[in-house]
Each structure stands twice: as structure tokens, then as C-alpha cells.
């Protein structure tokens, strides 16, 4: 109904009494829009439908609850047998799932298996170029030598170079002898480190600069001193020795962890450092999951029930946790047995779903306690339909717009968040069916409980007749508090102006901090903050902030002898690319060419051209090669390098790598920059061949991807969450309020996670995701009710928020407490779970508690035709102050429909009937001024 002056109004209330509007048409048949017609059928389907529901839970609620229990059995049985964990670490969790990186890491993972471990310590001090701090880093290697575990030490487990450990350090410059080192001075190490192009050791070009941070140079553009420098050792990984190699990285982790009494810090990691730290910080803050459900039951006890022995709902709060429980695992069970994995983001959804089902229920609760005093003496399966069949509707609503959004974002190419969202979508499903069927029956349950004068906490207790509520307990303060202060507070008109003014100033500064979100992820960020881990990739960034990343440049199993020119391109423009650090490229092919032209060797030469100095033919390149890597001194580094063959006694080879190292990248966008420029060189010169690769290539990948996948995501879920709100509140302009609370929430999120220092990354945008859903929450459930509500506007928003303000601010409530002992976790996952949802809940609320009722008393529409309640208690208290019972009209003939700002709609009686006094009302005219 749009109030229109002439508009035919007829509607049928609860007890068949018909409602006339305009008297001169109230014979005329019922002209509705297409809109109109949608409308009343879909809430007149879902309200029926709740209502039978409703009815049978309440006449069969044990019957009930054990079928649902046995649902749940069933369901997850499977759980145990199809669960799967992600591996600690798995960096393609955060990889779009068709990126050409993947199969570049599976294809160099086939060829050069990842048997290579490393441990890595870093040392920090005033200047780390001192006679005093070379000699205690020597100090520290020289430990290393002797860590043993069970009968291996370094030297059994290293891998080789030559006849050399391969340990990387500024050490190697004086091959890590005792004697030399001891004995250098600060004018010897200078020299040497300015001058060093080469390495005495493995016999590779050599780059002070990857090993030191913080350099200071002196006038003449010689380094002077360092802040840094680090140490990395490498080891073998392979299956057999496997344990050992860990075991072994445990031993030097400690080493580096007790430090050296002449560095002022030391900082180590190793390969293991991230599945150790990673996950026992999340399963370490487990903990919190219990202290948070301990709390939000002690807080639905306290705001279901009332404080007395008999009223209080201790029994339904353990209720309601046992359906969260249920849900955890249906939605394991169901996402499991759809292969999709348990990831390190998967933690914080018990503390999702303990949110969203608590709010759920509070409006369940809420509409059994909002019945009328005649409503409260019907039959106990009519209560429940009744209760049943405006909540039924409204958490509907809200977790529709949740699923929805969250089967939208399973459609990202991030298989974490992909995965992440199926469970979340999953899990919220059946926290709706069992709300709506287990929670119900067990609400049934308690009512009978009470009627049976049971107490709450012992329920084989009865209590006496006599025995009477104290009467603090039959107070309702909630409730009172926003009859009688906040409401009337809130719709005054000076006060709407604030409230409107206040919206649109925090959407402009938030608008300003959402398009200033910077997109930023480092894997890092999944370690606890005061481990050793975060401490070593901290100072990593600080020191070693030129972030120099290792990668090659792998060719496939291709005639390398007669790529000569494109091997040769390779190696000029990658040399003179920005791409790459300048002098870091070390390729095997412009050595070996190198070796073949210097060498005398008349074996040799008697195997290439004289003139080119190149093999004569494939068969001798490949010998001279192998030649090359297996006796020379400088061709044995590149053994690790070249994968050889042999079929028929002929050598070749199925794969080859020339190393390199990136350059710094100051930003998200200029790692993908970087990524596409080095990607398309290497296409320039050797097409499908040949193809770069790193481990920051994963990284760099799913940051390119990350920003474009959150506004598909955010796009896909508002377009249904308005849809969803659109088809199930069935009415456009309250729809359209509806997702403004939702728009505003999500910009106000956005807007305040830039100030909080949040970025753009895998875990906000799954949080994002979860924003839009919750957001919801908050609005529609204010937006349905105000649409079930007869008369004007300001009447229907007061009924509004008495009825429902209370569950919404419970409910909001409840899931901040789920989370709040986040705040002072360890785990990015679960910090920044915090923080986003927070936010979320404050300006959820907000919007919905505050900005809506206000946008609603100014343009709301007009109320369902199913509408069949009224707002009558400013009035009710007033006429019972004077001891005047003027319902008894209203009672036989209830109100037309109308709008606050209409005063021409009369209400017509019988000509035959008397009432007992008249009463003009303030949106209709009495009789004697008609």
C-alpha cells in the first residue's frame, strides 16, 4: 500500500475481519500491481509454510529433535573418512587455479625434484664488517659442522659444490678458514669485499650486496660497513633422509636462537620454520574457541531467559551451541565429501557460525516472547506457528543473502578462498535447518518445562505453587529501554536530521580510506607475531629490503646444440633486463661456451670447430658437457643445474636452468609488473622452451589477481543479496533501503580497515565477503518487521524496534562476544578476523538499528496486506492510566491500512453499532468531523 488518497484497501486480519478504506470503494474488487501480486503470494508461502512448521514442532518437538539429530548423524559420518588438511605451507592455496605458474612449478618440481633444504640465520650489529663479528659468525659456522643427529652431521647431509659444503655466506671469500679469518683486519675485510667478483670457494660470480644489508658507502663508492649480513646452509631433502634433514635444521635453529655474545642479534629460519610456527599458532588459539563459547553461552542464558529458577533458558542456550556444533560438522562432512580441503583459514568458522546461528536464534526467541497476551494463551503448537511464522520469514532472508554470498565467492580462482567459502556456504545451510527445526523443538521443550513449573537447570525439580518469580526478573529492560527512551528519542525530527547527517559524513571519509585500500599479501603474515619465524622475515625486510628473489630461467627437453643463438640471447638480455639484478645471472651455457673457448685441452679442441669454438655436432656438445659439469672447476657448480639423459648411450638433456635474482619490489603492483615483463622476455626469445619461474612467482600471481577477484565477488553477492531481499521482503523500496544499510556498511568497512592497517589479501577478502552477508543480517530483519506492521510510519518503526530492535542488538552483541578474545591472538588469520568483524557488527548495527528506522519513518512504503498486527501501546498506556478501554472498536472492526501523512482515511462502523466512546485518532478522522 502507497497511501494514495483513492486507493482501494481491503485486507483480511487474523481473526477474518475485514478492513474497509475508502468507503466509496470498499465493494470494488482488489486492484493490485504485478509487484503486489509477487509480493503477498511469496510472503503468504513463506509465512504459511512456517506456520505448519511451527505447528508440527510444537505438538511433536522430541519427535522432531531426534529426527534432526539423526540427519546430523548421518551426515557426518563420512566426515572422519573424506576429511582432508591442506599441507602447512602449501603456497598454492593462494594460486588462481589457471595460472601458468602452476604448471611451471610442476613441471620444474618433476624435473628438479625439490630435494634442496636450507637453514638461514641473519646477523645484526652497529657494522657486521668487523674483525670481532667475522670471528664470532665463523664461531657459529664452526658449531654447525658438529650438530649431529643420530649418526649424521653437515658434512652427510650437505649438498655439495665441488668438494665443498655449499654454505652462502660473506665467509666464503676466505673459504671459511680458521686461520685467515681470525687474523683479518678492518683494512683487510674492506679491500676484500670491494673487490670480490668471484667466489674462492664454488667458483660462481659473487655479489656482496645479496649477502649484506643496511650498506653504508664512503666517499669513493666503496662500501664502508653493513648493518647485516646472513648465512644459509643448504641440505639434502630427499625422502631417505628426509627426518634427519629436519631434525638437523631443529638442531642449527637452536643455534641460532641462542645467538653469539658479539652480535647484537641473530635471527634464523629454516624450511620447516613456517609448518612449526604457522600451525601451532592457529591451533595453539583453539583455546579461544572454547573461552569464546564458554561466554556467548552465559550471555544467551542471561538474554533468553529471565533471572529466576524457573524462567531461566539455561537448558535452550546449550541448545543453541549444540546447533552451531551440528552445523561445524555437516558442513566439514559436506564440503569434504565435494573434495574440498580444510585450509588455514578454515579456523575461524566456528566462530562464523557461532555468530550468525546465535543471532538467528535471539529472533526466534524474540517473536515467541513478542506475542500478544491473547496470542500467549493459545495452544502450545499454535504459539510456535505464530512465533515461527514472522521469524521463519525474516532469518530467511538473512541466511539466503549469507549462502549466496558465500557460494559467490566459491566461484574465485583462489582455491583457500574457493574452499574456504564452500564450507562457510555449507555450514550456514544447516545452521538454518536446524535452527528452524532442532533449536525450535528444544524452545518448545522449555515452554512446557515452565508450564510444568520445572526448574530450568534441574529440570527433575518442581516447584510448589506458591513459588512466584522474584520480581526484578519479570522486567524487561531491553525492551522498556527502547519504548520508552530510544525509540521516541530517535524519531523526533531534529534527531533524523543528525542521524542522516552522520551517515553521509562517515561514507565520505570512509569512501576516501575504501579507495585508498592498498593491496598488499606476504605469507608471513600466517606466523604468530612473537615468533622467531615473523622475527627473521621482519628483519629480512628491513635489512634486506633490495629483496633480491632467487629464480631461473628452466628450458624443457629441447636440441640445446643447435639453440645456440636463442641460449645466447637468453643470457645478453636477461643480463641487461630491470627484471633482473644486475650481475646475478649465472648461466651454464655462457660458461660452457666460455670453457670451450679458453680451454687447451687438445681432447677438447679436437671436438670443436675452430673457428666458432663450438662442438662440432649434438653427440660431442652433450660429452663435452657432461664433461664440463663432472671434472672442471668451474662447470661442477652447474651439476644441480642440467638434468642429463641417456637413452641409447647418447646423452642429451630433459631439462636445464640458468639462475638469476629479481630485483626489489616496493609494492603489490610492481611484483606482477615484474612477473609479466620477465614472463614475456623469455617468450620473446625461446616461445613455449623455456619459461621463468620462482617461489615469489606464486606470490606475485595471486596478488594479480586478488583485487579483480574481490570486486567480481563483491559485485556477483550484492547483486543477489539484493535480489534475495527484493523477492522475500517482496517490496522494492524496502529492498532498496535494505541494501543501502548493506552498501554503507561495507564502504564504512572498507573505508575503516585502511585506517586500521589492514590490506587487501586472501583472508580480508573472504572477511569481505562475510561482510556483505552479516550485513544484512542487521537491516532485513528490521525491514521485514516494519513491513508486518500496520499503521503510520513512525508507529510501525516504534512497533519495529520493540519487537525486533532487542534480538538485532543481542544478536550483534553475541557475535561480537563470539570473536572478542581475537583481539589478542597471535595468528594474522584470527586478528584481522577481529578486527573486520568488528567493524562489521559496529556499523551493522548502526545502520540497521539507526539509519534504517529513520529512513523508514520518512519514506517507508506501506505494510503487507497480510499485515495483521498493530502498534497500539503509547496509546494502550494512556487509556489505561484512565481507566478507558477504547479497543473494544478496534477489537470488531481493525483499522485500514494507512500512512502517517495521510488524514483524509475514515473509519467507517455499521450504522447499527454504538461504541461506548469516540476517540479521534491521529491519522484518521472521527465520524462527528467527517
Not at 569464546?292 to 533458558?313: A, D, H, P, S
Not at 520469514?393 to 574465485?412: E, Q
Not at 532442532?438 to 510444568?452: G, H, N
Request: with cysteine.
Amino acid at each position: 500500500m502507497d497511501g494514495k488518497k483513492n486507493g482501494a484497501i481491503n485486507s483480511t486480519n487474523a481473526n477474518g475481519h475485514v478492513s474497509n478504506g475508502d468507503i466509496n470503494s470498499s465493494k470494488e474488487e482488489l486492484k493490485l500491481s504485478c509487484l503486489q501480486k509477487i509480493s503477498h503470494k511469496i510472503i503468504s508461502v513463506l509465512e504459511t509454510a512456517f506456520y505448519r512448521l511451527g505447528r508440527i514442532i510444537g505438538t511433536h518437538p522430541w519427535r522432531v529433535m531426534i529426527i534432526a539429530t539423526v540427519v546430523t548423524g548421518l551426515i557426518c559420518i563420512a566426515a572422519p573418512f573424506t576429511f582432508t588438511e591442506s599441507a602447512d605451507g602449501d603456497d598454492t592455496l593462494w594460486v588462481p587455479v589457471n595460472a601458468k605458474v602452476l604448471d611451471y612449478k610442476s613441471w620444474v618440481e618433476s624435473v628438479f625434484p625439490s630435494t634442496v633444504r636450507f637453514g638461514t640465520m641473519i646477523f645484526v650489529s652497529n657494522n657486521v664488517l668487523t674483525p670481532t663479528v667475522l670471528s664470532a659468525m665463523w664461531s657459529i659456522y664452526n658449531s654447525s659442522l658438529s650438530l649431529t643427529t643420530g649418526t649424521n652431521n653437515f658434512s652427510t647431509l650437505c649438498i655439495q659444490s665441488g668438494s665443498n659444503c655449499l654454505v652462502n655466506s660473506i665467509l666464503e671469500l676466505w673459504s671459511y678458514d680458521e686461520t685467515t679469518i681470525l687474523a683479518l683486519s678492518q683494512a683487510d675485510i674492506k679491500t676484500k669485499i670491494n673487490s670480490a667478483t668471484s667466489s674462492p670457494m664454488y667458483y660462481n660470480s659473487y655479489d656482496v650486496t645479496t649477502v649484506l644489508g643496511g650498506e653504508v658507502y664512503d666517499g669513493s663508492g666503496d662500501i664502508d660497513s653493513a648493518s647485516a649480513t646472513k648465512m644459509t646452509w643448504f641440505i639434502q631433502g630427499d625422502d631417505a633422509v628426509q627426518a634427519q634433514a629436519e631434525a638437523w635444521e631443529q638442531l642449527l635453529i637452536d643455534l641460532g636462537r641462542n645467538g653469539h655474545s658479539d652480535i647484537s642479534s641473530t635471527y634464523v629460519f629454516a624450511i620447516r620454520s613456517f609448518g612449526d610456527e604457522a600451525g601451532g599458532a592457529i591451533r595453539g588459539d583453539i583455546a579461544f574457541l572454547s573461552a569464546g563459547y564458554v561466554i556467548v553461552i552465559v550471555y544467551i542464558t542471561i538474554m533468553l531467559g529471565k533471572f529466576n529458577c524457573l524462567e531461566q533458558r539455561f537448558g535452550l542456550a546449550i541448545a543453541g551451541v549444540v546447533v552451531v556444533g551440528m552445523s561445524i560438522g555437516i558442513c566439514f562432512s559436506l564440503a569434504s565429501l565435494c573434495g574440498f580441503e580444510y585450509g588455514p583459514l578454515h579456523s575461524v568458522l566456528p566462530f562464523l557460525l557461532l555468530g550468525i546461528g546465535v543471532d538467528d536464534m535471539f529472533v526466534i526467541v524474540g517473536a515467541l516472547k513478542n506475542l500478544s497476551d491473547e496470542q500467549q494463551k493459545l495452544p502450545l503448537n499454535e504459539r510456535i506457528g505464530k512465533a515461527l511464522r514472522h521469524s521463519g520469514a525474516s532469518i530467511t532472508v538473512t541466511s539466503l543473502t549469507d549462502i549466496m554470498a558465500f557460494f559467490i565467492g566459491a566461484t574465485t580462482l583462489l582455491p583457500a578462498l574457493r574452499s574456504f567459502c564452500i564450507f562457510a556456504a555449507f555450514g550456514i545451510i544447516a545452521l538454518y535447518g536446524l535452527s528452524t527445526t532442532f533449536f525450535v523443538s528444544a524452545m518448545a521443550v522449555d515452554v512446557k518445562r515452565a508450564a510444568a513449573r520445572l526448574n530450568a537447570c534441574c529440570c527433575f525439580y518442581k516447584h510448589k505453587p506458591e513459588y512466584k518469580p522474584n520480581n526484578c526478573s519479570q522486567k524487561e529492560y531491553l525492551p522498556t529501554f527502547i519504548l520508552k527512551f530510544y525509540a521516541p528519542h530517535l524519531l523526533k525530527f531534529p534527531v533524523k536530521i543528525v542521524v542522516l547527517v552522520l551517515t553521509a559524513a562517515l561514507f565520505g571519509l570512509t569512501i576516501w580510506g575504501t579507495v585508498n585500500l592498498e593491496q598488499k599479501f606476504e605469507e608471513k603474515w600466517f606466523l604468530p607475531s612473537d615468533s622467531y619465524a615473523y622475527d627473521y622475515l621482519t628483519a629480512s625486510d628491513k635489512y634486506f629490503s633490495s629483496g633480491q628473489e632467487q629464480a631461473g630461467v628452466y628450458c624443457k627437453s629441447i636440441d640445446y646444440f643447435s639453440k645456440k643463438t636463442e641460449m645466447d640471447s637468453l643470457y645478453t638480455q636477461l643480463t641487461a633486463s630491470n627484471y633482473v639484478v644486475n650481475g646475478t645471472v649465472d648461466s651454464w651455457f655462457k660458461s660452457y661456451t666460455d670453457w670451450l673457448s679458453t680451454t687447451s685441452d687438445a681432447a677438447v679442441t679436437a671436438q670443436i670447430d675452430g673457428t666458432t669454438k663450438y662442438p662440432l655436432d649434438s653427440t660431442k656438445f652433450y660429452d663435452l658437457l657432461y664433461q664440463f659439469v663432472t671434472t672442471e672447476t668451474t662447470g661442477l657448480r652447474f651439476s644441480r643445474n642440467l638434468k642429463f639423459s641417456n637413452t641409447s648411450s647418447v646423452l642429451g638433456l630433459t631439462g636445464s636452468k640458468i639462475s638469476f635474482y629479481h630485483p626489489s619490489v616496493k609494492d603489490t603492483v610492481e611484483g606482477f609488473n615484474v612477473l609479466d615483463g620477465i614472463q614475456s622476455l623469455v617468450a620473446g626469445i625461446a616461445g613455449s622452451d623455456c619459461f621463468p619461474y620462482s617461489q615469489i612467482h606464486l606470490t606475485w600471481e595471486s596478488n594479480k589477481v586478488i583485487r579483480q577477484e574481490l570486486y567480481r565477488n563483491i559485485a556477483l553477492a550484492a547483486v543477489c543479496v539484493f535480489i534475495i531481499c527484493l523477492v522475500l521482503i517482496a517490496n522494492i523500496w524496502t529492498s532498496l533501503m535494505v541494501f543501502s544499510c548493506v552498501a554503507l556498511t561495507f564502504v564504512n568497512v572498507g573505508g575503516f580497515m585502511h585506517f586500521w592497517g589492514l590490506t587487501i589479501d586472501v583472508v580480508t577478502c573472504v572477511q569481505l565477503i562475510l561482510a556483505i552477508g552479516l550485513a544484512v543480517d542487521y537491516s532485513a530483519h528490521i525491514g521485514h518487521c516494519f513491513m508486518t506492521f500496520q499503521g503510520g510510519r513512525n508507529e510501525r518503526v516504534k512497533a519495529t524496534l520493540v519487537e525486533i530492535g532487542g534480538p538485532v542488538i543481542s544478536g550483534g552483541f553475541s557475535t561480537f562476544l563470539a570473536f572478542v578474545l581475537l583481539a589478542v591472538s597471535k595468528s594474522y588469520v584470527f586478528t584481522t578476523f577481529f578486527k573486520v568483524l568488528f567493524l562489521v557488527v559496529i556499523f551493522g548495527l548502526f545502520h540497521g538499528l539507526v539509519y534504517l528506522p529513520v529512513l523508514l519513518s520518512m519514506i517507508g512504503p506501506a505494510a503487507y496486506l497480510s499485515a495483521d498486527r498493530r502498534y497500539q501501546h503509547d496509546q494502550k498506556e494512556k487509556d489505561e492510566e484512565n481507566g478507558v478501554d477504547n479497543y473494544a472498536m478496534e477489537k470488531q472492526f481493525p483499522p485500514p491500512d494507512y500512512d502517517n501523512d495521510t488524514k483524509d482515511k475514515v473509519y467507517i462502523p455499521p450504522p447499527d453499532y454504538t461504541p461506548p466512546m469516540t476517540r479521534k485518532y491521529s491519522n484518521r478522522v472521527s465520524p462527528e468531523k467527517r
